[in-house]
């Protein structure tokens, strides 16, 4: 599991949403996601971090984000991608808190951004 403490070594994934996501987007959620809500997720090293977040990963979270909530299947299809690769992939994306899923299992993405900052004084 990645910690925010590891912040200081260098690498930090912030996501943020500048619209509230309502149960009807989540019915299986209780409760609203607030306003400039972030997430910080955290690597050791760039290594860490393009293995967690590699190109195909980027690209679903792209190609989700523009065409909403959807099946893995409709997902692996519309990427012309293996459905155990995209599954895989929506998984470890689930992990980091990424993409979500609606109640009848949907894959979104509920943030309007997903940065990543590299701090170069953290690497003397």
Same mark, same amino acid.
């Given at each position: 599991m990645l910690h925010p403490s590891m912040i200081e070594h260098g690498f930090m994934i912030a996501t943020r949403t500048a619209s509230v996501i309502h149960s009807s987007v989540c019915p299986a959620r209780r409760h609203r996601i607030? #306003? &400039?809500?972030?997430?910080?997720?955290?690597?050791s090293d760039s290594a860490q971090l393009f293995r967690e977040l590699t190109p195909a990963r980027l690209a679903l979270l792209e190609h989700l984000k523009k065409d909403g909530p959807q099946s893995i299947y409709a997902l692996a299809k519309q990427l012309g991608r293996n459905y155990s690769n995209v599954h895989a992939d929506v998984r470890k994306l #689930?992990?980091?808190?990424?993409? &979500?899923?609606?109640?009848? +299992? +949907?894959?979104?993405?509920p943030w309007d951004d997903v940065e990543i900052h590299l701090s170069l004084s953290a690497a003397e």
């Amino acid at each position: 599991m990645l910690h925010p403490s590891m912040i200081e070594h260098g690498f930090m994934i912030a996501t943020r949403t500048a619209s509230v996501i309502h149960s009807s987007v989540c019915p299986a959620r209780r409760h609203r996601i607030s #306003m &400039d809500r972030f997430a910080p997720l955290s690597f050791s090293d760039s290594a860490q971090l393009f293995r967690e977040l590699t190109p195909a990963r980027l690209a679903l979270l792209e190609h989700l984000k523009k065409d909403g909530p959807q099946s893995i299947y409709a997902l692996a299809k519309q990427l012309g991608r293996n459905y155990s690769n995209v599954h895989a992939d929506v998984r470890k994306l #689930m992990e980091h808190h990424l993409i &979500d899923k609606t109640e009848d +299992q +949907q894959v979104f993405v509920p943030w309007d951004d997903v940065e990543i900052h590299l701090s170069l004084s953290a690497a003397e």
